[in-house]
Every structure is written in structure tokens, then in C-alpha cells.
């Protein structure tokens, strides 16, 4: 959802608690919640109080019942006093607990809402740690119930399927495999604190221009292998209590209101038993929502703000002449027909069912008590600094990195250096309790024993070109210093007086193209000739064209939008207190054309209509394509430099029935601790369909120190080695020859073996 708020002033904390925490290098375990307790079938879970649920359905009137099916503010839906059953509070966000709107989308004046800024979702994949994916959603889940909150709009786990896409930074990666061990972490983490997560956008949601009308078209090989995994495992694996509707269209129908994707796949296939959500604005039919789907629309008068209620009889639509909260397709319209149709009650009733299943489950009935959570705690803060330490990647570094702490004089260059990021991109937005900066974070890090020097560089304005005079102060600080950081990138959020303006990584708009915005390419070739020592830190929600510099650079280290202790973080990695272990969860292309979605010409639009798109690139999406076409990226999928070395040594693959054992030793060969995301990718040497070179099926993150061996075993099981079979309509494990290549990333093989089923 996307609401236009007046920026708020981000709160800066005033004490800084590194010097409390215990856990500030990579190589240590992380001194927070990391395993996920056992728990029964969530799903199965859902339907434990039925009894219940149906004895109180029968008590309620219809216009009770209908009652329930919409909201009746910014954010709060349904509740029957008579019944004692309370409104159902919803919040943003993917990466922390959005500030207060209030009732009509107002804010609320001395709000308690300054709380704990996570780095953002792009952040957490890089991690390749699932564990710290519970930690993350722990932390999500104690805030929202601190907050009285019943559901928390995230994870975003849509698939990064073009560089422009606005949303990227709040999705975790171009590969279906790696979203689902992830997201089943975080989804697990907030709903054991008593809060439903609420995994969002089903589905196709890809990019931002357009997303309200684009028509999405894609072969059901692509939908059931790359588009939705994710979702899969969420329902299946995380049991996820909520589940939120796209705005686009998927082959002719609105996703939210789309039975083939809610009620044969989500609620057929799957057997999801929790409650579907729609994105605010995203219902257009009544019955469409009310037969295919939806069970709680939200979304009060920003569906009117955007004219995206219709309110034409003829289509269904609320009545004009209501009061602004019944303009809902799910309000007096659901109202009249059902009472026109009295076959309809059953599909109410099985949307209030649903409504009331995650209620119990949150403990909102019957006196449950809840768990109190917790606000912007000191923990929380270290796994927001623990998240960005091992989610920070490492691109390039020609000797330059680690920093030494001896070094006299820093140029710190770029206005993402002192840039807070936490109250930008649109509804993920986030009034954080403090937020240290890049320039923060390193005179934290050095104190007075360097002088540290601050050039802006560039500006971040609508259009704007590189400044010479900026560019001239920058180099003569560069020159004046034995090391030079330049802090750049793109940009989260807007400018809010100007809709729409620095828009490069926000919901609602999708970025102009793949270049270093407001000149930096020019201001970076000048610093790197003033002064080779210079590293480049890049701060943003995806890839990025480096390709004019790149080459010339010493040092580059992608940092993406790395939450309130990101400037801790950065710090710890470039100066060597924390080993870099951050690996890149999506491709990086030299340029934007060789990206499979505009190299096939199908993005943003097709040609002749823009509001249709067919998926041309189908399985082929990020490394698929790039590794199976030959095509070089300017950093691979699974990419990210240690200042260590790590052998791989001693690989065996032992087959079991219509699976694989695979076993190697991981050596760290050199004298800094730090841990290695081992890579395991799956080939199909002969297949009855075109197949991609290879593909992710196992991944673990191994810390180990200077010398340290560890064995690592993971198992591939049957939907490692499976295709769909569009003339089946199922997944086919045929029999034959597989390759099994492990490595440090999709361009990085160091082991090769096979194993034949």
C-alpha cells in the first residue's frame, strides 16, 4: 500500500550502545533469538477453535457479518461490540512498525512510534542466514504487539525480477529458493510473539509503474517454479496466518479477486486456512471479491484519493451516495447482493471464519492474554546492527579493505553520508528512535585519533546533473587525505513537497533507468583520480550501472539501506572488526539491457499496449538467464568477498530414494575469522524441457575461524531435482543424470559432482 504522508522528522537517539553488545564480529554466534521453537502445523493450527468460531458466526446478524468484511479506518477493520469482538488493528511494515496514522489517515500527535529501524528486507537476504531471518521477525513481532498491533504487513517476498522496480529494496531475491528459507524465519519469528505476519503481494506484483492496472501474463512453468515458491513455503512451511492481494491483474483478472490464484492455488492446492487481505484500493468487483477470494477489504478514502473504487451500479460498485466508510465493495454492495442472493451467505460466512481463526490465533478473544512486547529494546537494536553487519557485501577490494585504524586523514564524500533513510520509500516508511549515518558511524569508530573531513559531493534534487564546483570541493578533500570514502547510490524515499521527486528506490514509482543518479559517475572518476585510495560504498535497493568506474575502483562494498545502527555497521566492516560474510541475493548487470527483462522486451510494458506485460523472459530470471545465455554480469547472484580465503575440499553426493546427501569440508585457510555461505546448484544434464544452467536447491552459512575446518552436509530433496510439467499439470522428476555444483557463488564453482536418480 502506498500512502502520501508529509515527511516526518526522524527522531535521533542519544546514548549509542555498541559498547554493551557482545556480539560485534561476524565470525561470533549472534547474541539473539536465532532458532525458531517447535511448533505444530500452523495451518492446521488456524482451525483449532472452529467450534467456537461457528457458534459465534451464528449469533451474528448478516449486516454483522458484513460488517467484518471491510475496514472502518486508515487501518482498523471489522469488530462487534455486541459480541465482544474487537476492531483487528493492521500495521506497515516489512522492516519495523510504521509511525501512527490515526483514524482518516491523520497522524497521532505524541505518538509512542519511534522504534526499532531494520535494515531493509534486500539487507536480510544478503545475510544468507536464516536464523537471523527469526531474529528479524522476532523483533517485528514484539514491537507490533508493543503497538497493539494484530497484524504486520510484511514480509514482501515478490520476486526481483527488473532493476528499475521502485519495491526491490523491501523483496529479498531474483531466486524462489533462497526467498523461501528466508521468509520462513521472519514469518515465524513475528507470529511467536502473538502477531500475525501478513506475506505480501500474491501475486506477479513486479514492478511499480502501472501496478494498478498492468495485465500480467506468464507460462504456468514460470508462475509455479520462479512466482510463487515463496508463497508456497510461507503457507505450507511458516504457516502463515495472512495473506495480502496484489493491485495488478494476472491473465485478465485483479490478483486480490482471482480464483484461480486464491481459491484453486492458496486456498485449494495449499490448503491455507488464515485470512486473505487486500492491498488498499486493490478490490473493483463485489462479486468477484465475494465468490474468488478476498475476505477483508481494506483501504478508506486513499481508494477514493486514487479513483480506484468504480462506483458504477453496473460494475458492482458501492453506491456514491454513501457514507465514506461503506464506499467498499465488501460493504452495502456485498450487503445488497447477498440479500438478493441468499446462496451468497456461506462465502461470508467462510470470510468471517477465516477473520476470526487469525483473531484466536492472536490471542484477541475469549480473555486471551497476549504477550506484552517490547520497544526499540537494546536487543533489538543489536539485531538491527547484527542483520546489517552480515547482510553488507563486499564487491570488490584490490587490497584496499580492510582499512587500518592508523590511517590519519578520511575524506568521507557523498550526501548518502549523512542522509537518513528510515522515513523514505513510501509505506514501509519508519520514524526511527535513532539512526546512525555513514559519517556517524566512522567517527564513532575512530574518535579523535583521525581527522575525519566532509565533502558532499553531489545533491540529491529532480534531475540534477553533476556539480562542478561539489565535484572540485570533493577532490580537493580527497587529495588532502590518505583514504577516501565515497558514500552514494541511490536514494529511499521522496521528496514529499514535490510528489514523486528522488524517487529512485520507493513504492508507487519505478526508477528512470539503472545509472548513478545527480552525477556521481563524474564526481566518482574525479575522486578515484585524486586519490586511488579510495573505496566506494553504495548505499540502495538494487543493482546498479558501476560500469563507468568500476574497473578503476579499489574498493566497492554494497551497504543497500542498512537500517539505524547501518553507520555502526558499515564502520565495523571497513575498518575490519566484522569480516564481511554479506552475499549478493540477486544479479548485478553490466548494464540494464542485459537484464533478461528488458533484454526480451517486455518491460516496463509491451510494445503498443502498457497495460498488458507477458513474462517473455519466463524461468530465465536473474542468474537463470545470465548462466544458461552466457551472458557476463558486472557481480553474480550469490557473490560477496571475505578478507579471508575459504577451501572447499572432499565433496561426496550419496543419492537416496528420489533425493541426495551432499557432504564437503570448508577450510578457512586464512588468519582473520569469518563464515562462508556454501552454495549447492542443481543441473539437469538431459531434460524432456529447456532447463536453466543451474539452480539454488541447498545453501548454508559456516563460521569459522583462522585454520578451522568444518564439515558441511545438506540434503536435496525432491523438488530440488523436479520441473513443472504444463501438460501434466505437475511436477516431473525425471529420471537421469544430475550435476551437482557447489561454490562461493552462481559464478564461483568449486566443487563438481553428480548423482544419477
Not at 13 to 27: E, I, K, N, R, V
Not at 143 to 168: Q, S, Y
Not at 274 to 283: A, F
Not at 677 to 702: G, I, N, S, T
Amino acid at each position: 500500500m502506498f500512502l502520501p504522508t508529509p515527511r516526518l522528522a526522524a527522531l535521533l537517539g542519544t546514548t549509542f550502545f555498541y559498547a554493551t553488545l557482545s556480539f560485534c564480529t561476524a565470525q561470533s554466534k549472534p547474541a539473539v533469538p536465532t532458532k525458531a521453537p517447535a511448533s505444530q502445523n500452523k495451518q492446521a493450527a488456524l482451525t483449532a477453535n472452529d467450534a467456537k468460531i461457528d457458534a459465534l458466526i451464528k449469533k451474528m446478524t448478516l449486516e454483522e457479518k458484513i460488517a467484518m468484511l471491510h475496514a472502518n479506518s486508515a487501518f482498523a477493520a471489522g469488530g462487534i461490540k455486541r459480541l465482544g469482538i474487537p476492531e483487528i488493528m493492521t500495521s506497515d511494515g516489512p522492516h519495523g512498525v510504521r509511525p501512527e496514522q490515526g483514524r482518516d489517515w491523520k497522524g497521532v500527535k505524541d505518538a509512542n512510534d519511534a522504534g526499532t529501524y531494520l535494515p531493509t528486507n534486500n539487507t536480510l537476504a544478503s545475510t544468507w542466514n536464516p536464523e537471523l531471518g527469526y531474529a528479524y521477525g522476532t523483533v517485528l513481532g514484539s514491537e507490533a504487539a508493543f503497538r497493539g498491533k494484530d497484524i504486520i504487513l510484511g514480509p514482501g517476498i515478490n520476486i526481483v525480477r527488473a532493476p528499475l522496480n521502485g519495491r526491490n529494496f523491501e523483496y529479498l531475491s531474483e531466486d524462489p529458493y533462497l526467498i523461501s528459507k528466508m521468509v520462513v524465519g521472519y514469518i515465524k519469528g513475528v507470529q511467536d510473539q502473538g502477531v500475525s505476519a501478513c506475506v505480501k503481494h500474491y501475486a506477479a506484483n513486479n514492478q511499480e509503474e502501472h501496478r494498478n492496472d498492468i495485465d500480467v501474463d506468464m507460462s504456468e512453468r514460470a508462475l509455479r517454479e520462479i512466482y510463487l515458491p515463496g508463497f508456497k513455503a510461507a503457507v505450507q512451511e511458516a504457516g502463515v496466518y495472512t495473506l495480502m492481494g496484489s493491485y495488478n491483474k494476472f491473465r485478465g483478472t485483479y490478483a486480490t479477486e482471482n480464483a484461480y490464484l486464491m481459491n484453486d492455488i492458496l486456498k485449494g492446492e495449499w490448503g491455507f486456512k488464515g485470512l486473505v487481505i487486500s492491498d488498499w484500493g486493490s478490490v473493483h468487483n463485489t462479486m468477484n471479491a465475494l465468490r474468488n477470494g478476498t475476505d477483508l477489504e481494506m483501504g478508506t478514502d486513499l481508494s477514493l484519493m486514487y479513483g480506484n473504487v468504480d462506483q458504477s451500479a453496473a460494475t458492482g460498485g458501492p453506491s456514491a451516495n454513501r457514507s465514506l466508510y461503506d464506499r467498499f465493495y465488501l460493504a452495502d454492495a456485498a450487503l445488497d447482493a447477498v440479500k438478493k442472493d441468499p446462496k451468497l451467505v456461506p462465502l461470508v460466512d467462510d470470510k468471517v471464519r477465516r477473520i476470526l481463526r487469525v483473531m484466536y490465533a492472536t490471542n484477541m478473544l475469549d480473555g486471551a492474554k497476549r504477550k506484552p512486547g517490547a520497544y526499540n529494546t537494546k536487543e533489538h537494536q543489536a539485531t538491527a546492527l547484527k542483520v546489517a553487519e552480515e547482510g553488507i557485501v563486499l564487491l570488490k577490494n584490490d587490497g584496499i579493505l580492510p582499512l587500518k585504524k592508523t590511517v590519519k586523514t578520511i575524506a568521507v564524500i557523498g550526501e548518502n553520508a549523512t542522509r537518513e533513510n528510515s522515513m523514505g520509500g513510501g509505506s514501509s516508511q519508519l520514524k526511527a528512535k535513532y539512526e546512525i549515518t555513514p559519517l556517524q558511524g566512522l567517527k564513532t569508530e575512530l574518535g579523535s585519533q583521525a581527522n575525519i573531513t566532509y565533502a558532499q559531493g553531489y545533491k540529491i534534487a529532480r534531475n540534477q546533473k553533476a556539480d562542478p564546483q561539489m565535484i572540485a570541493q570533493a577532490v580537493a578533500a580527497a587529495k588532502a587525505a590518505d583514504v577516501a570514502i565515497i558514500v552514494g547510490g541511490s536514494t529511499h524515499g521522496y521528496d514529499y513537497s514535490k510528489w514523486g521527486d528522488n524517487a529512485y528506490d520507493a513504492e508507487g514509482f519505478d526508477k528512470p533507468d539503472m545509472k548513478m543518479p545527480f552525477g556521481q559517475d563524474e564526481l566518482i572518476q574525479a575522486v578515484l583520480a585524486a586519490n586511488p585510495n579510495t573505496v566506494v560504498v553504495l548505499l540502495g535497493g538494487g543493482p546498479i550501472d558501476v560500469s563507468a568506474w568500476a574497473g578503476q575502483a579499489k574498493g566497492i562494498v554494497e551497504a543497500w539501506y542498512p537500517g539505524m545502527e547501518g553507520g555502526n555497521a558499515l564502520a565495523h566492516i571497513l575498518f575490519g572488526d566484522v569480516n564481511p560474510s554479506g552475499k549478493l541475493p540477486f544479479t548485478f548487470p553490466v548494464k540494464l539491457e542485459d537484464s533478461p527483462a528488458m533484454k526480451l522486451g517486455e518491460y516496463p510494458s509491451t510494445p503498443g499496449n502498457p497495460l498488458k506485460q507477458t513474462y517473455k523472459d519466463d524461468i530465465f530470471v536473474g542468474y537463470r538467464y545470465f548462466d544458461t545465455y552466457k551472458v557476463a554480469p558486472q557481480f553474480a547472484f550469490g557473490h560477496g568477498l571475505s578478507y579471508t580465503t575459504f577451501k572447499y575440499s572432499g565433496l561426496s553426493v550419496t543419492p537416496g530414494t528420489k533425493n541426495a546427501t551432499v557432504k564437503l569440508t570448508v577450510t578457512n585457510n586464512g588468519k582473520t575469522s569469518g563464515a562462508e555461505v556454501v552454495q549447492v546448484y542443481v543441473k539437469d544434464e538431459q531434460a524432456a524441457v529447456k532447463r536453466p544452467e543451474k539452480e539454488l536447491k541447498a545453501f548454508q552459512k559456516v563460521f569459522l575461524k583462522p585454520g578451522e575446518s568444518k564439515t558441511v552436509t545438506m540434503t536435496l530433496d525432491t523438488n530440488a531435482f523436479q520441473y513443472y510439467d504444463e501438460g501434466k499439470k505437475q511436477w516431473v522428476l525425471e529420471p537421469g543424470k544430475f550435476d551437482v555444483l557447489v561454490g562461493s557463488s552462481s559464478r564461483d564453482i568449486r566443487l563438481t559432482g553428480n548423482v544419477t536418480l
